[in-house]
């Protein structure tokens, strides 16, 4: 067992650049009081893919090169883990330089930064390998596969979505009970998980098409909404007053006797409805809300299903539409069993999560490159 273990994490799967510093007094039980935070800060990205309503993927990239070493920097200094280095390995440096031939911009500040600084105390750099966006994934594991390497320090990968599931025990929390169902809701992923044991997860559903974020950002976009989608929705929906169109959006897949999901039709609905009818404020406040009921009914439906037929003692949420309050109304109505929600700052991506899991599972991995959606126990 090692004590006081501090840890650093990197996360770069999507359109947030992330990292976070972890001290652990123990990587027994993942118990709030067995951790701290040290540091946690992302730079979201939003307003640069919000002209795409989306993410744009080259792009995500180009920023996670240009951001992460000012916000490593903002993050040591943060921690107090940073300190000027005397000694300047140009063999090592000539080696990194080789590897980031594609991350130039990236290089070009990593090179500065190991000239002028020497990391202090970190125990063990974790990185998010997968699932996520290939070339946003790369950038980050470049960066922790170099600091790794230069100042000796061994390196881990992380899977996000255990990351997601895990999220809740960053802030004060319930005992869990074992097993657990966790519905992992976000901009890339619609997942209900089966979790056994922590590090033992199966994923028992998830989406065919669009995630459940994907459908609210898709959604919002025909409705001339601002992006990220989930939240611009949900403020329509509760400034609804009028039932004036009358709207009934179907609830994809919601008989269906699985714990998959659907949201493409959802968005092709909405977008044929929207084009016979003239959108006027209160239409675009009563779509948003049956765009929202319409989501939250199936995920809760379907999540409840889970719970009874796995026996399971504890639902865990996880992902950005975990932040939607009408899910989290809806659960906390209708469900028996122990609910965990994240802290809103760590419903979205974020590095903390990674670094935990790096911390308490089992299950993480030596070999440092992308993974893909299903290889959670790989
Ligand atoms: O986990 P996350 O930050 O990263 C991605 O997977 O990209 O999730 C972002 C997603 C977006 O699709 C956004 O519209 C959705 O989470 N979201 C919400 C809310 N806040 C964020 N959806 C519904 N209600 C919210 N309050």
Redesign the pocket.
């Known amino acids: 067992m090692i004590t006081n273990m501090i840890v650093l994490s990197i996360e770069t799967?999507?359109?947030?650049t992330a990292i976070s510093i972890i001290k652990a007094k123990s990587s027994k039980k993942l118990d709030y009081a067995n951790f701290e935070v040290l540091s946690d800060l992302t730079a979201s990205q939003i307003e640069i893919h919000r002209p795409y309503g989306?993410?744009f993927p080259a792009v995500a990239k180009r920023e996670h090169q240009k951001t992460l070493v000012p916000l490593l920097i903002k993050s040591l200094k943060k921690a107090n883990l940073l300190k000027e280095s005397k000694t300047i390995d140009n063999k090592k440096i000539s080696k990194i330089k080789k590897n980031l031939e594609k991350n130039e911009e990236l290089f070009l500040q990593l090179k500065e930064f190991l000239t002028k600084y020497q990391i202090k105390d970190i125990n063990k750099i974790a990185v998010t390998i997968g699932p996520g966006l290939e070339p946003c994934l790369y950038t980050g594991i470049n960066l922790a596969k170099s600091l790794s390497y230069y100042y000796n320090i061994p390196l881990v990968g992380v899977n996000h979505l255990e990351g997601?599931i895990l999220s809740s025990f960053l802030s004060p929390h319930e005992d869990l009970e074992l097993p657990a169902i966790a519905l992992i809701?976000?901009?890339?992923?619609t997942q209900l998980i089966y979790f056994e044991k922590i590090g033992k997860y199966r994923i028992i559903g998830e989406t065919k098409d669009d995630?459940?974020?994907?459908?609210?950002?898709k959604t919002?976009r025909i409705l001339g909404l601002n992006?990220?989608?989930?939240?611009?929705?949900?403020k329509k929906a509760k400034e609804c007053k009028s039932n004036i169109y009358n709207i009934t959006l179907p609830r994809p897949m919601i008989n269906d006797k699985n714990y998959d999901f659907s949201f493409s039709g959802l968005k092709t609905a909405v977008l044929y409805h929207s084009k016979k009818n003239k959108i006027t404020d209160d239409y675009i406040k009563e779509m948003s809300l049956e765009i929202?009921s319409s989501?939250v009914d199936v995920l809760v439906d379907k999540t409840l299903r889970a719970i009874d037929e796995y026996k399971a003692k504890s639902l865990l949420l996880?992902?950005?539409?975990?932040?939607?309050?009408?899910?989290i109304k809806e659960f906390k109505k209708k469900t028996k069993v122990k609910l965990f929600i994240p802290n809103k700052k760590y419903?979205?991506?974020?590095a903390s999560m990674i670094g935990l899991v790096s911390i308490y599972s089992p299950n993480i991995k030596k070999i440092i490159k992308p993974i893909s959606n299903l290889k959670i126990n790989e």
């Open positions: 799967s999507c359109d947030d989306g993410v997601h809701v976000s901009g890339g992923n995630a459940a974020g994907e459908c609210f950002d919002a992006y990220p989608g989930g939240p611009e929705i949900s929202e989501i996880g992902g950005g539409v975990s932040a939607n309050q009408k899910l419903t979205g991506d974020n």
